[in-house]
Nanobody, 117 residues
């Protein structure tokens, strides 16, 4: 049974930092590219950052130099360190696992990040 536990969201002031975590179980973690997506009110869900099992990363332009994605394969957990947060980063953030061969993917339930003074 696949289970994702996301944590770390909350309310933060502009310029602040948060660290999101997504602990997984029930998947062969090393066979998945892990990603964080976000969906702001009235907008489409977008990929924020992704990391392969080998550690290669990519980011949407708007978060480059501010966000860092990482993974701990032993703990089967993916993280998103978010620094210099801006009001435009306000969204529900979702953890995603994308199988490297068959494309099957799984989603977490999301964690809300609100950046406001």
């Amino acid at each position: 049974q696949v289970h994702f536990v996301e944590s770390g969201g909350g309310l933060v002031q502009p310029g602040g930092s948060l660290r999101l975590s997504c602990a997984t179980s029930g998947i062969n973690f090393n066979m998945f590219t892990m990603g964080w997506y976000r969906q702001a009110p009235g907008k489409q869900r977008e990929l924020v950052a992704a990391i392969t099992s080998g550690g290669s990363t990519n980011y949407v332009d708007s978060v480059k130099s501010r966000f860092t994605i990482s993974r701990d394969n032993a703990k089967e957990t993916v993280y998103l360190q978010m620094n210099s947060l801006e009001p435009e980063d306000t969204a529900v953030y979702y953890c995603n696992a994308d199988h490297v061969i068959d494309g099957m993917d799984y989603w977490g339930k999301g964690t809300l990040v609100t950046v406001s003074s």
